[in-house]
């Protein structure tokens, strides 16, 4: 087990609101806010996307906060979506800035014709946050896909 320092309430607000911010991303974009999603990042952000976590090479990088405009507008192709977040981690918290890791199943329903199929994804995200004005926001934002599975749904 685990033993933990005394943290104070500072840090925990900000380990609280960090939290927050990774679960309104997930919450804006099943409700295709992408105005709100957007906000969650600073205008110079840095969105990196690697469809195969295991190819250094990224599939799409984007270096601002206008840039993720269709990124966002994609989830419309879905009939649903569910980001379901789970584990997150915080690696370094230093008054303006932050590090950390979440985990995310992403679940996407395609509606074709009388058909409908699922494809769930499992998403980890290396994010850098840093606080501006009193409030947390993505500077970076690395989207690791470490698996895929599609199937059909009754």
Known sequence: MSKYATISPSEAADRLAI???????????????????MSLFTTGTHFVV?????????????HSREAL?????????????????????????????????????AHHVTVDGGK???MLASLR???????MDGAWLFAERLLYVDWMEERALS
């Open 19 to 37: 939290r927050e911010l990774v679960e309104a991303y997930a919450h804006c974009a099943d409700r295709r806010d992408a105005k709100g999603q």
């Open 50 to 62: 690697y469809m195969d976590a295991k190819d250094p090479t990224p599939s799409q990088e984007l």
């Open 69 to 105: 405009v269709p990124v966002f507008a994609d989830l419309n192709k879905y009939a649903a979506t569910t980001h379901f977040v789970g584990q997150s981690t915080i690696f370094t918290l230093t008054g303006e800035r932050a590090t950390g890791e979440a985990y995310c199943l």
């Open 116 to 118: 409908r199929s699922l």
């Open 125 to 131: 995200y290396l994010d850098t946050f840093v606080k």
